[in-house]
């Protein structure tokens, strides 16, 4: 009997972009870049607990603030 495998992804907790996909029972820690935000996060598999290891702790900036006069 072939049973169905179970497919979970992993997002960038900086913005949302998808990093990869994980097989359910996957163990291990890895480290992956977010080709958007360009953060690079080290994934434990077991427990999808999530380190930065380089890139700007906070979000990037969406625009340039003007200056008011």
């Known amino acids: 009997m072939i049973s169905d495998a179970v497919v979970l992804r992993v997002e960038c907790p900086a913005c949302g972009h998808r990093l990869m996909d994980k097989k359910a029972g996957a163990?291990?820690?890895?480290?992956?870049?977010?080709?958007?935000?360009k953060h690079v996060w080290e994934v434990d598999l077991g427990t999808d607990e999530f380190k930065l290891i380089s890139g700007k702790p906070i979000p990037?900036?969406?625009?340039?603030?003007?200056?008011?006069?």
Do not use: A, L, N, T
Request: proline share 0%; net charge positive; glycine share 10%.
């Open 60 to 69: 990037r900036r969406q625009g340039v603030r003007k200056s008011e006069d």
């Open 27 to 37: 163990i291990g820690k890895i480290q992956v870049k977010c080709h958007k935000s």
